[in-house]
């Protein structure tokens, strides 16, 4: 299968600060990357997107980076609020999804 | 959420007992796949549908099944043979090939 992984399984940070989790992946025919954000006990909200052709998309408050040369995918959050807390994984797809086992990010008020 | 529902939200197994876990979505996606998502680890792959009568085995399918008679709904069976079923279940949909997944809210399910 697809091995999927993220740096850091925490991450702590200052509110108003900004984040960067990221994640690696492993098939470089991958073609399509997702963020996705799970408070406790609920469903993964879609945060943002992007496929391979790109190297950067922005959101709202949230950037996405694509380095294919290294098969790293990174999410940036800006000015980190409370709501932000939460676990983060990152999936990639080619045929199927294979996510990440996430990263969960702590913001101290 | 928005347009996926999952339920019960909390459901608990006897030793033996078949259960049954409901997904309904009402955005006429297609595809449709039920997860499992354990602590610690990503989410693996039960079960997909692609399409109204039709469902493929995924990487974890032993001691599952599920049905598809209908496009908005997607059940998933937890039987007896899965001996090790205390997770949470998540249902999601898909609109298009190389799309987004949209996901429910999940069902925990626990042994008793």
């Known amino acids: ?36 954000k799970q ?4 469903g993964p909200q879609f945060i943002i997107d992007i ?7 922005q959101g709202q408050r949230v950037t996405v980076l694509l380095n294919k040369t290294v098969k790293h995918l990174s999410l940036q959050i800006a000015a980190t609020q409370p709501g932000d807390s939460a676990v983060y994984f990152c999936a ?13 990010l702590t913001v101290i008020p | 959420d928005g347009g996926i529902t999952q339920s019960p939200k909390y459901l608990f197994r006897k ?6 876990l409901s997904c309904e979505q009402n955005l006429n996606h297609d595809a449709m796949y039920w997860y499992r998502q354990d602590p610690g680890q990503g989410l ?10 039709d469902f493929q085995k995924g990487d974890i399918a032993e001691g599952y099944s599920v049905s598809r008679e209908k496009k908005e709904s997607f059940p998933l069976t937890v039987t ?7 997770a949470f279940y998540l249902c999601a949909t898909r609109d298009r090939p190389n799309e987004k997944l949209f996901f429910g809210s999940g069902t925990q399910l626990s042994v008793l």
């Open chain 1, 1 to 36: 299968g697809e091995s999927v992984g993220l740096h850091l399984p925490t991450l702590s940070v200052q509110e108003g600060d900004n984040s960067i989790i990221n994640c690696a992946y492993s098939n470089s025919a991958s073609d399509y990357f997702i963020w996705y």
């Open chain 1, 39 to 42: 408070e406790s006990g609920k």
């Open chain 1, 51 to 57: 496929r391979s052709n790109m190297d950067k998309r």
């Open chain 1, 92 to 104: 990639e797809t080619y045929n199927q999804f294979y996510f990440g086992t996430g990263t969960s």
């Open chain 2, 15 to 20: 030793e033996g007992q078949n259960v049954t």
């Open chain 2, 44 to 53: 693996r792959l039960i079960y997909y549908s692609q399409i109204v009568n």
């Open chain 2, 80 to 86: 007896s043979a899965q001996k090790n079923p205390t």
